[in-house]
């Protein structure tokens, strides 16, 4: 059959009426004049090919223009039989013939999205959560166990690379350290390769420089850090703390030590082990070798209330013999040197009340007849509190007056040479280390 087509939308056009030039398709409103072309459609009864509308190309009737009555509801309806035409042809058309036999093959499986693979985690990643388990994991850590592990990883870095510091929070009753508590947990390893610690060969003298000596390894909940983080410094800092050996002492014999001193048994602690401290403000002893490996000293505080910490300090000395004859004559004379040693103190603090002890270390030098010389001496002062005054001056008198009881001590010869450190307490204390002196 012939008929007339929106050339827009496709929709049939209304049948030519006399007197009538334009035309308004009314189904996409499109005006037609009278020129359009005839084409031959085939039956609405037959499969159709006619598609779907589409989208609106000409331009849309102004607005208040006149228009007539339109009967669009006729249009819609021709749209959607057509439509339902094309659907039913093309489903027609897809549709398998009825099977005269058994199938052949089944109906291929649905593809199923697959997530790609996470990439493998780093060998330094898995080696550390690997030591951290053989440790006691995140929420029981022994941080000495984990210390050959860390010791093994920035030696990779820095072949001759000594122990400085350990650091740990927060210490449990059981001795471990739980990684989980707070937000702050951590284990922090420090240490030192010596071969770093010079001038570079391109750096005249009078430059500053910074050289890459410090080395550290934090360990936390998440493991976060697997690798050594290198810390540049210059020389002077580079060798603020000494090399320590290995601890002897596990963190439950000092954990035992720290509750006989009155430390409370159910408050976490803040661990620490570590060498010798110069602070900026001490002389530097020319024969000093702060790479040279010597006994180290832990500590335990626990932070109170008041924002005071309690503390207790002790050697790590488990394992160590008793002290020689020689080394108890030593004892014996500072002993006897104590009456003078505390008028020192006394003549030093004056009414300085926040002043609870005052600290020196000698290297003495000792003659055939016992005669000491102080080759070095370098005078500290333990303050708890607000200190008010001339702090030099404080430390110029102890050094002066306990220096002139120094001369007076007779020491064996066989052992030539001593260093001590002294630390006499408000209430007349004295403690003197080592021995063993080493």
């Known amino acids: 059959m012939k008929a007339?087509?929106?050339?827009?939308?496709?929709a049939f056009l209304p049948v030519r009426r006399p007197g009538v030039v334009v035309r308004q398709c009314e189904f996409c409103d499109l005006e037609l004049p009278g020129d359009v072309p005839v084409v031959e459609v085939e039956a609405l009864t037959a499969r159709s090919t006619w598609l779907p509308p589409a989208p609106r190309v000409g331009p849309l009737p102004e607005r208040g223009a006149p228009r007539r009555a339109a009967r669009w509801p006729w249009a819609v309806a021709l749209g959607v039989a057509a439509l339902g035409a094309v659907v039913w042809a093309t489903t027609a058309k897809a549709a398998p013939p009825p099977a005269s036999g058994p199938a052949t093959a089944e109906a291929p499986e649905p593809a199923v999205d697959v997530p790609p693979a996470l990439p493998a985690p780093p060998a330094a990643q898995v080696a550390l959560q690997e030591a951290v388990a053989a440790a006691g994991g995140t929420t029981a850590l022994d941080p000495l166990a984990l210390l050959p592990f860390i010791d093994g990883q920035v030696r990779a870095v820095a072949p001759d690379a000594v122990l400085l510091l350990i650091n740990c929070f927060?210490?449990?009753g059981d001795g471990k350290v739980d990684l989980t508590l707070t937000s702050d947990a951590r284990c922090s390893y420090e240490?030192?390769?010596?071969?770093r610690v010079k001038r570079p060969d391109d750096v005249p003298a009078g430059v500053d420089f910074e050289v890459p000596c410090l080395l550290s390894f934090t360990v936390d909940r998440e493991l976060r850090s697997f690798t050594p983080t290198e810390h540049r410094w210059d020389l002077a800092h580079c060798h603020m703390h000494h090399a320590v050996r290995p601890p002897r002492c596990t963190v439950a014999e000092v954990r035992e030590r720290a509750l006989a001193a009155g430390l409370p048994a159910d408050a976490v602690w803040r661990l620490r082990f570590g060498g010798r401290y110069r602070s900026g403000y001490d002389p530097i002893d020319p024969e000093e070798r702060p790479d040279d490996?010597?006994?180290?000293?832990?500590?335990?505080?626990v932070q109170g209330d008041d924002g005071h910490d309690r503390r207790f300090e002790t050697r790590d000395d488990c394992g160590?013999?008793?002290?020689?004859?020689d080394e108890r004559a030593v004892l014996a004379a500072l002993d006897r040197a104590r009456p003078a040693l505390r008028r020192c103190f006394t003549?030093?603090?004056?009414s300085h009340a926040s002043i609870e002890a005052l600290e020196l270390i000698w290297r003495l030098t000792i003659d055939a007849?016992?005669?000491?010389?102080?080759v070095f001496d370098d005078p500290g002062v333990d303050i708890e509190g607000m200190f008010q005054g001339d702090l030099g001056a404080v430390r110029e008198r102890w050094s002066t007056c306990a220096n002139a009881a120094a001369r007076t001590l007779r020491l064996p010869a066989a052992l030539g040479e001593v260093r001590l450190e002294l630390r006499l307490a408000r209430d007349g204390a004295l403690v003197v280390e080592p021995p063993p002196f080493e």
Do not use: F, H, M, Y
Request: charge should be positive; include cysteine.
């Open 4 to 10: 007339e087509k929106c050339p827009n939308c496709g």
């Open 170 to 172: 927060p210490l449990g």
């Open 191 to 195: 240490l030192r390769a010596p071969s």
């Open 293 to 301: 490996v010597e006994r180290g000293r832990w500590s335990v505080s």
């Open 320 to 325: 160590d013999p008793p002290p020689t004859a």
């Open 347 to 350: 003549g030093a603090v004056g």
């Open 369 to 374: 007849r016992g005669a000491v010389t102080i």
